[in-house]
């Protein structure tokens, strides 16, 4: 009996305020194969890309009403774009491993809004989250990666950045890493 092989699909995704960069990675950790590459706008034109910012001027109903829609904006717009990287690719998408940052943030907003730092700090968690959100809603494992345990894997994002072509930033190597830690024989992967 002639078996058909599924290779293994992953999706790394990297965000910034407003966008991600998302790689999808065939194979395995040893011989990991690009797939795909997709910059995704998280935020629609009508909408601040910095909302903990526009949210620092408002009353707290309104604040709280702006930051709310933002994210549900973001996490609209991180599973279409989650799903336009998949369209085409040879398998499905085993999972989608986001690169995020440990960081602490007061629960209170109005906490948040007094200080500068921590309005960057929770734009950050909010496309991050979207994406996670993002993905659980396409049916997919949504994986966070702390970014100090990504793999190096030079000669991997060698090989990967030469098949992505340009551009071939930063961005793209930690979304690329991401993803690779989901691949079969990463370790802690089963």
């Given amino acids: ?27 395995d950790v040893t011989a990991p194969r690009f797939l795909s590459r997709l910059e995704v706008k998280l935020v629609p034109q009508h909408l601040p890309a910095q909302p903990y910012h526009e949210a620092a001027g408002l009353e707290s109903g309104a604040a709280r009403a702006l930051v709310t829609q933002v994210e549900v904006a973001a996490e609209d ?18 999972a989608v491993a986001v690169v995020v940052r440990q960081v602490s943030l007061p629960a209170d907003l109005a906490d948040v809004l007094r200080s500068h730092a921590r309005m ?10 979207a994406m996670l959100v993002g993905a659980r809603r396409c049916g997919w494992v949504a994986v966070a990666v702390d970014v100090q345990t990504l793999p190096v894997a030079s000669h991997a994002l060698t090989v990967i950045g030469h098949d992505a072509g340009r551009p071939w930033r930063r961005i793209e190597k930690d979304a690329a890493r991401a993803a690779l830690s989901q691949l079969p024989g990463a370790p802690g992967h089963g």
């Fill in 77 to 94: 717009a991180a599973a279409a774009g989650l799903r336009a990287v998949a369209d085409g690719l040879p398998a499905p998408v085993s």
């Fill in 1 to 27: 009996m002639v078996r058909n092989y599924l290779p293994q699909v992953t999706v790394g995704v990297t965000t910034r305020t407003g966008w991600a960069v998302a790689i999808a990675l065939g194979g």
């Fill in 120 to 129: 960057h700090a929770a734009e950050g968690v909010l496309y991050r989250e």
